[in-house]
Structure formats: structure tokens, C-alpha cells
């Protein structure tokens, strides 16, 4: 059965530091490009990071670039996104999501992109 279960959410004062894990099982990750995407209250899904299938090109949206990490390790069937330095508009609920190609777009992904996605996990950050 294919699975993503996300864990690492939580609540945090700006400034601080969360960790966003995503295990994958019921497929092998290797050949495909995993990505992060969030929702804040009232807007719409947006992209925040993609890194492609063996692990060296990676993207991040411009609002999170220098303070937030995406990484991944294939072994395990798992990939995270580490957030320091977060500030209250990074609240939202962040998804991961499992890409259908092994490839990043270069404009970042797009949800039509995306071929299976992660429960969503909510990261509040307060001032």
C-alpha cells in the first residue's frame, strides 16, 4: 500500500526551528522527485522546495530560500525539510509530496506534477 506519513509539525516562536519528516513506503523512492508545498489560512497551496530523485538538485521558492533545508535519504525511504529561522508567515500546513518523474521543474513544481501526497502536517509559528 502506498504510504507518505509526515511528522514534525508543531508550534514554534519566530526565530526557531522545526523539522519535517516524510516516510515513504509501499514504493521505492529512488526514481522519483519528492517536494514540499504549504497552504497558509486563505491562500492557496504553494510550492516551497523540490529535490530531485538522486538528491543534488534542489529548488527552494524564494520566500524560504537560505533558511530552509530540503534533503532526502533514499535508503531509508524518507526525506525532510528543515526550517530555521521561521517567521510567523510561514504558518501554514505543509505537504509533502512524491513527484511523478524522477526531475525538478525548473519554475518550481506544480501540483499536476505531484503523483502522491502526504497527510499534511501544521507548523504554527508565533511571535
Known amino acids: 500500500q502506498l504510504q507518505l506519513v509526515e511528522s514534525g509539525g508543531g508550534l514554534v516562536q519566530s526565530g526557531g526551528s522545526l523539522r519535517l519528516s516524510c516516510d515513504a513506503s509501499g514504493f521505492i523512492l529512488n526514481d522519483y522527485a519528492t517536494g514540499w508545498f504549504r497552504q497558509a489560512p486563505g491562500k492557496e497551496r504553494e510550492w516551497v522546495s523540490c529535490i530531485n530523485s538522486g538528491g543534488r538538485g534542489i529548488i527552494y521558492t524564494g520566500a524560504v530560500k537560505g533558511r530552509f533545508t530540503n534533503s532526502r535519504d533514499n535508503a531509508k525511504g524518507r526525506f525532510y525539510l528543515q526550517m530555521d529561522n521561521l517567521q510567523t508567515e510561514d504558518t501554514a500546513i505543509y505537504y509533502c509530496?512524491?513527484?511523478?518523474?524522477?526531475?525538478?521543474?525548473?519554475?518550481?513544481?506544480?501540483?499536476?506534477?505531484?503523483?502522491?501526497w502526504g497527510q499534511g502536517t501544521q507548523v504554527a509559528v508565533s511571535s
Open positions: 509530496a512524491v513527484e511523478r518523474l524522477g526531475g525538478c521543474r525548473g519554475s518550481g513544481p506544480e501540483e499536476e506534477d505531484v503523483g502522491f
